[in-house]
Each structure stands twice: as structure tokens, then as C-alpha cells.
């Protein structure tokens, strides 16, 4: 099974952007469907992107739409979250994770296998 480990986080001030990146070994990454999924303080983790095995197949929390891309080369076996235009409230951990079974919605937490350890992202005002 993979293994993720998330890169990118940082400080940014509100309306700036970061790119996240989960980088994954020890599988077949292309068999995998991917999520980011964030966790601010206090509160549970919460659904932002989702894609496809071949990167055809996209969505995202209504909060984060217009605003923030997934993407992924499965040759680098990495996926990516490019969020602009951020703000202070997406101040949180953000996480991917990797999912091999369609068992529970893909916005559902319970829906994937594997976790990375998670990337802090803060937006200052």
C-alpha cells in the first residue's frame, strides 16, 4: 500500500497562494483515487478536493471552489493542491489521502485507506 507525505505548507498572508503536494511510494499510485482534506483546530476534518485514478474526474468542497485546483502526475506519482486567494479561516493541517475502494463517499474521511501526516498551511489577516 502507499505511503504519503505532504510538502508545501507555509505562511501566507490572506489572499495570497500555496501549493501543496503529497508524494507517495511504496504502491501502484496510479490505482489509487486521491483526496485533500483539512483540519483546523477544534474541529474535524473536513473534505477540499478530490480526483480521479487518470486525473479526468475532479471535485470540490463548495467553499474552496473557483479558488483552489487538484491535479496529479502520475509519472511523479504526486498529487497537488493549488489554492489561491486564501483566507484566515483556511488556516489548518491539511492532509491527502489515498483511496482504493469505493466503500464511502469520496468527501467522507471514511473513504479512503491511507493518511499523510499532514502539512500545516496558515493565513494571516
Known amino acids: 500500500q502507499v505511503q504519503l507525505v505532504e510538502s508545501g505548507g507555509g505562511s501566507v498572508q490572506a489572499g495570497g497562494s500555496l501549493r501543496l503536494s503529497c508524494a507517495s511510494s511504496g504502491g501502484t499510485f496510479s490505482s489509487y483515487r486521491m483526496g485533500w482534506f483539512r483540519q483546523a483546530p477544534g474541529k474535524e476534518r473536513e473534505f477540499v478536493a478530490f480526483i480521479s485514478m487518470n486525473g479526468g474526474s475532479t471535485d470540490y468542497a463548495d467553499s474552496v471552489k473557483g479558488r483552489f485546483t487538484i491535479s496529479r502526475d502520475n509519472a511523479k506519482n504526486t498529487v497537488y493542491l493549488q489554492m489561491n486567494s486564501l483566507k484566515p479561516e483556511e488556516t489548518a493541517v491539511y492532509y491527502c489521502?489515498?483511496?482504493?475502494?469505493?466503500?464511502?463517499?469520496?468527501?467522507?474521511?471514511?473513504?479512503?485507506?491511507?493518511w499523510g501526516q499532514g502539512t500545516q498551511v496558515t493565513v494571516s489577516s
Open positions: 489521502a489515498a483511496r482504493s475502494s469505493l466503500r464511502s463517499p469520496y468527501y467522507s474521511t471514511l473513504g479512503y485507506d491511507v
